[in-house]
Each structure stands twice: as structure tokens, then as C-alpha cells.
């Protein structure tokens, strides 16, 4: 349960002084409701002894109504102030929750990003963030609110009626009610975890057929994942029906110790009156009151029937300390790249690479080709180079230095403004390609046009909409080879000093990679570019190849 700690923790100091008024209302309402029922008992019994003893037309009715109606609106506006406080400061805990999780997936290293699907990641945020706000609503709140108001009832009642009937509720309602809720929240563990898990399931499943729906039915496989679907949300169902009825059970027997306890209490008051210990109207408030406290345990079995699901839900996102910064991204640095270029009789590299098995100088204008099996490590290379992955003393790399330095070395803004990498999986969005070239700079039109013409995908676009051509999400519209040439253009427009390609021309042609290349080598004639290819690294472009032969470890 330390990952539900975390989580509650992060809740009540994200809106804490919210969270304490809506408890302290919560307890207003549930003490509230126990005066109410005792004090209308109390009138109830009171006045009909009165008209019994012929003396009501000498009994107060006027001040005993007054404070009825002063408890029932004051409980009414309680009730209101505590939903609305404790509900809003919630949602505002989540949705600071929701943020603190996207940072912390952000914080992941370039290779654990790409391996990420972003629609998984945020169906999974979302629907443990929304699993997780029964844990201020449905328990921590309502319990304190109920073991307070407890104490609060067993003082009054201990002073006004009598300690015997103060300890029968007291004892009656705390440890009986809580081993129920206990058992409730242990047989319930596995079926509600079980129900979020097949519920989390059946949601990315959807997502994915609505997806590949086309793929699936190309290739036959829509029923088969229909069946699939069909069989989780069975088994979804097997568990909420399995938790529906430990709820139920727990329901009753809470609706039975409510009744025992009314009995008791019933049966004491009459023995204090039978004793002269206390007055019959007076013994009316225990049992009145009695029936009230059913109110701080009965609403409490949803809570506890829902705990399986909370505590994975904490445990699913980590069970971070959420109350501890997230650590920097890179070190912090005041340095700046340099704003122009050496001369040209003396141009330093912009990068320099030394590894056992080759070492790498390349200066502006010059374009490097890394070749190799798959799996020998050019992508992580690449990724090192960009400063998106650590350099371990495994990795077979005794140095990189961008312009001098190390990339890890560089502020991130600053490196961003020198190296651009285009990786294998690289993210459109649902837009326009304006708008999905604009990620990159604040291009004009022309600049634009001339990013695609260097991707030889100026005519493509052209007969099909112009910049204004509207992709779907992932950009859908276009095929592979096409998405992948917008990706080349939008990293064109960032103008970098240095480029790092992770297989550009997959997906292309022959003749559609050498225009490619060579349209890139155009548009930027002072970049120094580096591509990690399977084919084609003997293509005119790469003044410099060379084949890794030692896999970095990672």
C-alpha cells in the first residue's frame, strides 16, 4: 500500500486547504444528521408524553421545531458546501496528478519514448487518474469524517443519555463495522483489480481495431479481434459481478448491524428508563441517534469494494513520491552555441566521434553514412550524439563531442538549436500540413514549399491541396514513403548544423531516395549530416562511410 500512500499524499497537498474544509464539513453533515434524528426523537417522544399526560397544550412545540428545521437546512447546505469542495479540490488534484504523470513519462530517455504508443500511455494515465478519485471521496475523507464523528456522538452521548448507551453504539458500530469493511476491501482486491485491468483492455483494444480497422480487414483478421474483445469483456464483466456481489453482501450485513445496534440501544434506553436512570424522551435520542450513525458506515462499502482497484491503479503509475521534484532533464548551462561558423581555412569539426572500432571528424558540408547489422547500435548512436541517451562505460564510445562538447554538456535549448534528428518513428498530428511544418519554425509559405520540393514531395502535395491538405491522426492520408518524406521537410526547415538520420530513405524507392538525398544536401549545403542506413550508404552524398561492428549496451 506505500503506492497508495504516495498517491494520497499528492492529493491532499495538491488542495489542502479544500481537502480540510470539505472534512471538516463532511463531519459537520454526519453530526448534523445524528442531531437531527435525535433531536426529532427526542420531540417526537417528548410531546406525545406530554398529550398522554394531558399537559401538551403547556409544551414548548416552538423551539424543539425550530431547531428540527435549523438541522435539516444547515445539514442541507453542509451537505452542498462539502460536495462541492471536496469534489472540486479533487478534480484539481487529478488534473495536477495527470501533469505530474506526463512529466514523469517525459523524463524517460529517447529510446524508452519511441517505444512508446502515445494513445497506450494516455488511455493508461487516464483511466488510473480516474480509478484513483474514490481514494479522497470514498475512503480517507468519509472514514476520518466517520471515526471522528464517532467520538464526537460518544461524549454527548455518554454525558445527555447515559455512558452504558454512549459505549453499546460506540462498540456496536466502530470494530464491527470496520472488520466487515475489511473483509469487503480484502474480497474485493482481486475483482476490482481484475475488472480495471480487462476495463483498460477492452479500451485499447477498441482504440486499436477503430485504428487498423482497414489493415484488419485486409488482411481478414476482424473477427478474430472481435472475439477477442468479446472475450475480455467477459471476463469484465465475470468481475464485476463477483465485486457486485461482495458489495451486496457487505451491504447487508452493514444494513444488519445497523439494526442490532438500534435494538441494543432500544433495549438500554428502556432499561435506564425501567431504572429512573434517565427520561423516556430522553432515552429516545440513543435509538434515534443510533439509526442516524448508519450513515458514516453504509456509504463506505463502495469505497472499500473498490480498493483492489485504486491500490493497482497506485501501484500501475509508479507509486512515485509525488510530494519530490522531478530531477532536470539536462544539466542546467548558460552556454550558447556559437552563431557563426569558423572559416573555412580552419573549420572545426561539428562533430567528432572516437570508438574502438572508427573515429569520426565531420565539418560543415560533410555527410557521414553508418552502416551495420541491425541490432549493432546506429540508433543509439544517433540518439547519443542528439544527447537523448546517456554514454555508459559499456557503450563502446570513448567520446562525442558536438562542436567541442560533450551533448550531454549542452544546454537542451542550445542543442536543439544545433542537431536535428529525424528517427525511424517520427509523430505527425491530425492538421494540415502547414501546421505539422510549422512544429518546426515559423516558415513562410515559400520556405515551406521549398522544404517539400528538397523531400520531393512538392508535387504530391500540390495536386492534392497544397500546404492546406489535411491529415488524419498519425498522418493518415498519406503513405509511408510520403509521411516519411514530410518528416525530412520538417526537419529541412530547422535548418540544423547537424543532421542525424535514422534510415531516411525506408519506405522509398531507389529513384525517390536519390532525389531525397540530394535534396537535402541543397537545402542545407553547410549542414554536417550523418545517416544510419541498411541501403544505399554508397550514394554519392556520403563523403564518409563507416560499418559499426561493436554494440552498445544499454
Given amino acids: 500500500m506505500k503506492a497508495v500512500v504516495h498517491v494520497l499524499r499528492f492529493l491532499l497537498r495538491a488542495a489542502p486547504w479544500a481537502m480540510a474544509r470539505g ?121 476520518m469524517a466517520a471515526l471522528l464523528a464517532h467520538v464526537a456522538v460518544f461524549w454527548v452521548l455518554g454525558w445527555l443519555v447515559g455512558w452504558q448507551m454512549a459505549w453499546a453504539i460506540l462498540i456496536g458500530y466502530v470494530p464491527l463495522a470496520a472488520l466487515i469493511l475489511w473483509r469487503l476491501g480484502r474480497g474485493g482486491l482481486h475483482p476490482s483489480h481484475t475488472a480495471e485491468i480487462e476495463a483498460q483492455s477492452l479500451r485499447r483494444g477498441i482504440i486499436d481495431v477503430i485504428r487498423d480497422r482497414e489493415a484488419l480487414i485486409l488482411r481478414g483478421r476482424i473477427g478474430a479481434r472481435e472475439d477477442a474483445l468479446l472475450a475480455t469483456d467477459e471476463k469484465l464483466r465475470a468481475a464485476a459481478r463477483r465485486l457486485d456481489e ?170 536543439r538549436e544545433i542537431v536535428t534528428m529525424v528517427p525511424q518513428r517520427s509523430a505527425l498530428l491530425r492538421g494540415s500540413v502547414r501546421e505539422n511544418l510549422a512544429l518546426a519554425a515559423d516558415a513562410t509559405d515559400a520556405e515551406m514549399w521549398a522544404a517539400l520540393a528538397a523531400a520531393d514531395l512538392h508535387h504530391t502535395l500540390d495536386a492534392r491541396g497544397g500546404l492546406d491538405t489535411q491529415l488524419g491522426e498519425a498522418g493518415a492520408g498519406l503513405s509511408g514513403g510520403q509521411a516519411r518524406r514530410l518528416c525530412l521537410a520538417r526537419a529541412v526547415l530547422k535548418r540544423p548544423r547537424l543532421l542525424l ?28 549530416i550523418v545517416a544510419a542506413l541498411h541501403r544505399g550508404s554508397g550514394h554519392p552524398v556520403f563523403g564518409q562511410r563507416y560499418a559499426l561492428s561493436v554494440s552498445p549496451r544499454i
Fill in 246 to 415: 461482495a458489495e451486496r453482501s457487505a451491504g447487508f450485513r452493514l444494513s444488519v448491524l445497523v439494526t442490532v445496534v438500534a435494538g441494543a440501544a432500544l433495549a438500554i434506553g428502556g432499561w435506564l428508563v425501567t431504572d429512573n436512570a434517565t427520561g423516556a424522551a430522553v432515552a429516545a435520542i440513543g435509538v434515534f441517534v443510533a439509526l442516524a450513525l448508519a450513515e458514516t458506515v453504509l456509504p463506505l462499502r463502495r469505497g472499500f469494494a473498490e480498493l483492489g482497484r485504486m491500490a493497482g491503479a497506485a501501484r500501475r503509475i509508479g507509486g512515485f513520491d509525488a510530494t519530490q521534484p522531478l530531477p532536470p532533464a539536462t544539466p542546467p548551462s548558460s552556454d550558447h552555441p556559437p552563431s557563426s561558423y569558423p572559416s573555412s581555412e580552419e573549420r572545426a569539426p561539428i562533430l567528432a566521434i572516437r570508438r574502438p572500432d572508427f573515429s569520426l571528424d565531420l565539418r560543415p558540408g560533410e555527410a557521414a553514412a553508418l552502416t551495420g547489422a541491425s541490432g549493432i547500435g546506429k540508433t543509439t548512436l544517433l540518439l547519443q550524439i542528439a544527447g537523448l541517451l546517456p554514454m555508459t562505460p559499456h557503450d563502446g564510445c570513448e567520446a562525442i563531442a558536438v562542436l567541442g562538447r560533450s551533448p550531454r554538456d549542452w544546454e537542451e535549448t542550445a542543442v
Fill in 501 to 528: 538520420l535514422d534510415e531516411p530513405t525506408e519506405g522509398l524507392d531507389d529513384e525517390s531516395s536519390h532525389l531525397v538525398l540530394i535534396g537535402i544536401r541543397r537545402a542545407l549545403p553547410d549542414a554536417a
Fill in 23 to 143: 472534512a471538516l464539513l463532511s463531519i459537520t453533515v454526519l453530526l448534523m444528521g445524528a442531531a437531527l434524528l435525535g433531536l426529532s426523537g427526542w420531540f417526537i417522544t417528548a410531546s406525545g408524553l406530554a398529550g398522554l399526560a394531558g399537559i401538551g397544550i403547556g409544551f414548548d412545540f416552538f423551539r424543539p421545531s425550530a431547531g428540527v428545521r435549523f438541522l435539516a437546512l444547515g445539514r442541507a447546505a453542509a451537505r452542498y458546501g462539502e460536495r462541492l469542495l471536496t469534489h472540486d479540490a479533487t478534480l484539481r488534484a487529478l488534473a495536477k496528478l495527470r501533469v505530474r504523470l506526463l512529466e514523469q513519462e517525459a523524463t524517460r530517455d529517447a529510446r524508452g519514448l519511441m517505444q512508446l504508443r502515445s494513445e497506450g500511455v494516455l488511455t493508461r494515465i487516464v483511466a488510473d487518474v480516474d480509478a484513483l478519485d474514490g481514494l479522497a471521496l470514498r475512503l480517507l475523507l468519509p472514514v
